[in-house]
Each structure stands twice: as C-alpha cells, then as structure tokens.
C-alpha cells in the first residue's frame, strides 16, 4: 500500500512539472525574443517550442488521472 501512496504522489509531480513545462512551450519564441541569455540555444525557437509542447503535452496527458480527486468521493462537480 505504502508504494502505491508513493507512486501517486510521483505521477502528480510529473504531471505539475509537464503542464509546466508545456506551457513554457507555448510561450517559448516570446521568451527566446527577450531574454538574451535564452538566445545562445542555437536552433530555431518555433521549432524547439513545437517539441516542448508535443512532448510534455504528451507527457501530461498520459501522466493524467481522472480518478485522484479525493473530494466527493470522486465525483467531479462545479464546485471542485
């Protein structure tokens, strides 16, 4: 039981950490523009921003779990 807490709580954080990250991805080119020490990455900033997005979306989808809301028993309503 203890391990199954442990492995929740991990798939939690990644799934935080991609949806994070993944919204960095859409504003990549913007940040890439204006933060001159971004600009050493070489490659093309459209580009890495397309990568970003598909694979920490991919991430964060698969990473997902309907089922860990622990208020109402489960149930998802207005309130949360």
Known sequence: MEGETGGKEMGRIIYWASVLL???????????????????????????????????GALAYFTYREGDRETNGGEVTASG
Do not use: E
């Not at 080119?29 to 920490?56: D, E």
């Open 22 to 56: 993944t919204a960095i991805g859409l504003f990549w080119p913007v940040l890439y523009g204006n933060i001159k020490a971004l600009r050493n990455i070489p490659g093309n900033p459209s580009i890495q921003a397309l990568i970003m997005v598909l694979v920490f």
